[in-house]
């Protein structure tokens, strides 16, 4: 258990793909406002979000911490289902093992 003072360290890459794939398998995952409406020039869908979660990773590593959440945001490197590469941001919540797409860009 970590205190008010004390910043978890964070997750591992292979924590956050486990979290990802049991949220995933129980639909248990959200996306902000952010995500899912801002941006239409990206031309990025859900679909593509869930296709490069699903598959194998370039790269996870941590992005940064959000002290309000208390919990850490991860950069997700993939591809989209056009197999164009694709970053993802999610903040993964360990505990509820959960997670929450913060945005998507392509490279």
């Known amino acids: 258990m970590t205190s008010s003072f004390t910043r978890p360290k964070p997750l591992s890459a292979k924590e956050v793909r486990e979290i990802v794939r049991d949220a995933l398998e129980k639909g248990v995952y959200r996306e902000t406002s952010h995500a899912k409406f801002d941006h239409a020039e990206r031309m990025i869908g859900i679909q593509d979000v869930l296709y490069g979660l699903e598959?194998?990773?370039?790269?996870?590593?941590?992005?940064?911490f959000n002290p309000?959440?208390?919990?850490?945001?991860?950069?997700?490197?993939?591809?989209?289902?056009?197999?164009?590469?694709?970053?993802?941001?999610?903040?993964v919540d360990p505990r509820s093992r959960r997670f929450e797409v913060i945005t998507r860009f392509h490279e």
Request: net charge negative; aromatic share 12%.
């Open 68 to 91: 309000v959440e208390w919990q850490w945001k991860y950069r997700i490197r993939t591809r989209d289902i056009d197999g164009e590469n694709l970053t993802i941001i999610v903040a």
């Open 55 to 64: 598959t194998d990773w370039r790269s996870c590593t941590p992005d940064e």
